[in-house]
């Protein structure tokens, strides 16, 4: 089992900054590759940006291309900061855990509990 927690969510205004962390425990050789997805309410739960174990390869949804970074420091943290925050970024963000290259969320095993984003206009 892999056990993960999201910190760093809040309230910020339009163009404000805001960086997520999700920590890994448990059993993290089978987290190969880490992704954020988010989750709006009465909307699909939506992929943001993916991972691989050595934090070298990223991916990201279109929509947050240019204005997202993710980064791993080891098996155990990855990092979501977000730049230039617009009012449609406003979700909850969970950190998830994969053994394989996908944005699939069907795909991912492993879920925190997430952490709210909320950006006003």
């Known amino acids: 089992q892999v056990q993960l927690v999201e910190s760093g969510g809040g309230l910020v205004q339009a163009g404000d900054s805001l960086r997520l962390s999700c920590a890994a425990s448990?059993?993290?050789?089978?987290?190969?590759?880490m992704g954020w997805f988010r989750q709006a309410p009465g909307k699909e739960r939506d992929f943001v940006a993916s991972?691989?174990?050595?934090?070298?390869?990223p991916y990201y949804a279109d929509s947050v291309k240019g204005r997202f970074t993710i980064s791993r420091d080891n098996a155990n943290m990855v990092y979501l900061q977000m730049n230039s925050l617009k009012p449609e970024d406003t979700a909850l963000y969970y950190c998830?855990?994969?053994?394989?290259?996908?944005?699939?969320?069907?795909?991912?095993?492993?879920w925190g509990q997430g952490t709210q984003v909320t950006v006003s206009s």
């Open positions: 998830a855990a994969t053994s394989r290259l996908t944005n699939d969320a069907r795909r991912y095993d492993y």
């Open positions: 448990g059993r993290t050789n089978s987290t190969s590759w």
């Open positions: 991972i691989n174990w050595r934090g070298n390869i």
